[in-house]
């Protein structure tokens, strides 16, 4: 069965600090990869996504992502962090039915 | 474009009550998904359609609740009677023929049952 692991429920990074997001997958085949955010009170936004092609996946406000198929890994990066960076972050995972799986979520906070 | 549209944006309800909640998708999207959030059991898919047809309903929890699509600009969600434990955010979304991974979120509604 597909399954996403955010094992980082919450982590706390300083304005200017880069910033990494663990997430790991389980899937059979080639899995389709997302990272979404989703702001206080807002519904989610699409970061960024693998389908095929380039392991780094570059998205929206400056973030990246790698898949690594040997360590069933899709971390998401950025460089240096902003204040409005902080929400929660998912980690999600489609195969073939169409379904997209979601991980739990890290909550991301910004210390100025 | 506006964007995926809920209504209400909160709705608290006595147990025992109807709830239906609205979804309006993004125009020309033929795929609309309903989610449930709670802090328990994360971020589910309910169910989704395809061109107004349910294709998944695997993940509604119980038969008391039930989705319609009429048509292709609305979508209804509806539980019917309403228990505590039903209590969460519930997000409509939607995507377009090109990648039906790819999808835009409303903002959700706020169910509180009690």
């Known amino acids: 069965a597909q399954s996403v692991t955010q094992p980082d429920i919450h982590i706390t990074v300083s304005e200017g600090a880069s910033l990494e997001l663990r997430c790991n997958y389980s899937?059979?085949?080639?899995?389709?990869l997302f990272w979404y955010v989703q702001s206080p009170g807002q519904g989610l936004q699409l970061l960024l996504k693998?389908?095929?092609?380039?392991?780094l996946v570059q998205g929206i406000k400056g973030f990246e992502a790698e898949f690594k198929r040997s360590q069933s890994s899709f971390n998401l990066r950025k460089p240096s962090v902003h204040w409005s960076d902080a929400a929660e972050y998912f980690c999600?995972?489609?195969?073939?039915?169409?379904?997209?799986?979601f991980g739990q979520g890290t909550t991301l906070q910004v210390k100025p | 474009d506006a964007g995926v549209i809920q209504s209400p944006r909160h709705e608290v309800t006595e147990m025992g009550q109807e709830v239906t909640l609205r979804c309006k998708p993004i125009?020309?999207?033929?795929?609309l998904f309903w989610y449930r959030q709670t802090m328990m059991r994360g971020l589910e898919l309910l169910i989704y359609?395809?061109?107004?047809?349910?294709?998944?309903d695997s993940g509604m929890p119980e038969d008391r609740f039930s989705a319609k699509m009429p048509n292709a600009s609305f979508s209804t969600l509806k539980i019917q009677p309403s228990e505590p434990r039903d209590s969460a955010v519930y997000f409509c979304?939607?995507?377009?023929?090109?990648?039906?991974?790819?999808?835009?979120f409303g903002p959700g509604t706020r169910l509180t049952v009690l």
């Open positions: 979304a939607s995507s377009g023929d090109r990648s039906m991974y790819e999808q835009f």
């Open positions: 125009s020309g999207h033929d795929y």
């Open positions: 999600a995972v489609a195969g073939n039915t169409g379904k997209l799986i």
């Open positions: 693998y389908l095929s092609g380039d392991t």
């Open positions: 899937y059979g085949a080639t899995p389709y």
């Open positions: 359609f395809n061109n107004n047809v349910p294709i998944d």
